[in-house]
């Protein structure tokens, strides 16, 4: 190789550098292949950098646990559709969780203005209400869950990531690491 090439190729490496480096402190933008980008950049311009930063960490994590929660759903109202029909949640929810459900669709009715969530009644549960429908009915689950231990202990731990997500608070990697973990086993599972 000659030594202008050399040249040429570490020039463009302490280049590549410099402009990463300018890009993680925010002199420099990348460029934004997405109008949404652009104008999330333009939104929170004035915001200070840690928020910025924490929204952006903080993505990934909303994500695993939107799908995790939403997998779970999926499957209880799955298994309990079949035996059931469609008004499995009358037989098989508490009296509490219908009690929650009919408190939260009336909150949701008197406020029109504003989209609600999901219209199945098992959208307006809790987190926690899910291991609870499938340890009580535990039969329905048995072929394809391991243990209601092994069931408990994962939406539990995922309910405490979940509930400081939900209050807008930085998770710590190690516990993004362990939600995505607790995905990947429900998966495995579930097939």
Partial sequence: MSDQLRQFVFRGILARHAANDM?????????????????????????????????????????????????????????????????????????????????RKEQEAKNQWHSGRNKDDIFHLDFGDLAKLITTHWILFEDLLPSQAWVQARLDEAERSRNVIAHTNLLSGEEVARLELYLRDWMRQTG
């Fill in 23 to 103: 890009q993680n402190a925010g002199i420099l933008h990348r460029a934004y292949s997405r109008a949404a980008e652009r104008d999330d950049v333009d939104l929170f311009a004035s915001v200070q950098s840690s928020i910025r930063d924490g929204s952006i960490q903080m993505q990934r994590a909303y994500r695993i646990l939107y799908v995790l929660e939403n997998v779970v759903r999926d499957l209880i109202a799955s298994r309990f559709l079949e035996p059931d029909g469609p008004t499995w949640f009358e037989k098989r929810s508490s009296s509490a969780m219908k009690a929650k459900v009919a408190q």
